[in-house]
Structure formats: C-alpha cells, structure tokens
C-alpha cells in the first residue's frame, strides 16, 4: 500500500482548485454568513488540546442560538451535558476552532474558522438564556476565516431525503458504560431509564 506523504504527491491525486475557488474564503462574516448561522440550529466545533488530539462536538438549540456580536465575533452559550467537558477544556489549552454550520435542507454548510475563549459573566450568561436557565457560559468566537462548503458531501449522501434515512438506530449508554465494566447488567434498564427521563426534563 503506498503512503501519501507529501503535498505534491496529493496534488498529484487530486489535482488543484480553480483559481476563482480560493476567492470565496472570507476574513469576516459576510452578510449572507450572518443570515446563515441566524437559520442554523446546530452546528459541529471541532477543537484539540495541547499535544494536537482533536475532537469534534455538536452543539444545538434553537436557530439563532449561535449570536453574531459582529463581523468577526460570535458568542456561543454553553448548555448542560455530560460534564466530560472534553471541547472546553482543549479550548484552555489551545484556542483555535473550527466550525460547521448547518441548516436543515439546505446542502451547502458555513465553516468558520478562528480563536475561542471563555467567559463566565452573569449578564452575558443570563442574555443567552434558554428554557428558563441562563447559559452555563459563554464562548466567544474570534473569526479568522469564513467560507461556504459546497454540496458535494450532502448531495452524495442524500442526507436530507427522508426517504434514505435508515430505521432509528437506538443507543443504550447503560449498555456502553456496563461493557467498560462500570455498571452491572441488571442496571442497564433503570440507567437507560434515567437518562431518557433527563432528555424530556434537563435540556
């Protein structure tokens, strides 16, 4: 098996951009980006921690959730979740993200590139409140870079034709956690139970 192991190599299989294509990343949210992230209920912020291990996370609400302060600003309220905090603590360590909006129907996707941090301020929290509950915390966004993804991916996946869409894969995090040894077969109902419970009663 031979290993791609230089740029000139990949470009040999790829090939390289139309040169109009490179035309399209902007320094700054542009108009349409904002009315984008406006629309967008979730989006996918990609982070890593000191020594480069990634890891990627959704984060969702309702559209409009992801606020624009300006054209090279973007606030984003932490809500509650499994308290691994995996996203927030590489954020400490190394501030630069990655995110990809996304608005259902609509196959092209924003990537916003930039530097994050975090704020923990009771006005701003309680401005970005949902479900009667001010945000956990803030993380402010500071934009480098901002683009449109063409459709290619979701077009290729038919992602949003329902009539692809498998049957509902059901998980039971009580079955992931007793397969690591940390819970005991017979408690795998009661502790998929709870966790149900959690998703209609702590959003």
């Known amino acids: 098996m031979a290993r791609v192991a230089t740029v000139e190599a990949l470009r040999t299989i790829i090939g390289s951009p139309n040169q109009q294509v490179p035309l399209k990343i902007h320094r700054e949210l542009n108009a349409r980006a904002v009315e984008f992230i406006g629309k967008s209920p979730m989006f996918m912020l990609a982070t890593s921690d000191a ?6 996370s959704p984060k969702g609400d309702l559209p409009g959730f992801v606020q624009v302060e300006d054209s090279h600003t973007l606030l ?20 630069h993200v990655g995110l990809i909006f996304l608005v259902p129907g609509t196959s092209e996707t924003l990537r916003v590139q930039g530097t994050a941090e975090l704020l923990d301020d009771s006005d701003l929290r309680a401005t970005h409140a949902a479900r009667g509950s001010p945000a956990l915390l803030i993380t402010r966004v500071t934009v480098t870079e901002c683009y449109f993804h063409c459709a290619k991916a979701f077009l290729r996946s038919d992602l949003w034709n329902s009539r692809t869409w498998p049957e509902q894969m059901a998980i ?4 992931e956690i007793a397969q690591s040894g940390g819970l005991a077969r017979e408690a795998i109902a009661e502790f998929d139970r709870a966790v149900g419970e959690r998703y209609e009663t702590d959003l």
């Open 51 to 56: 020594a480069g291990r990634p890891t990627v």
């Open 76 to 95: 984003i309220p932490e809500r509650k979740g499994n308290k691994l905090i995996f996203s927030l603590t590489h954020i400490l360590e190394n501030p």
């Open 172 to 175: 039971s995090f009580g079955d």
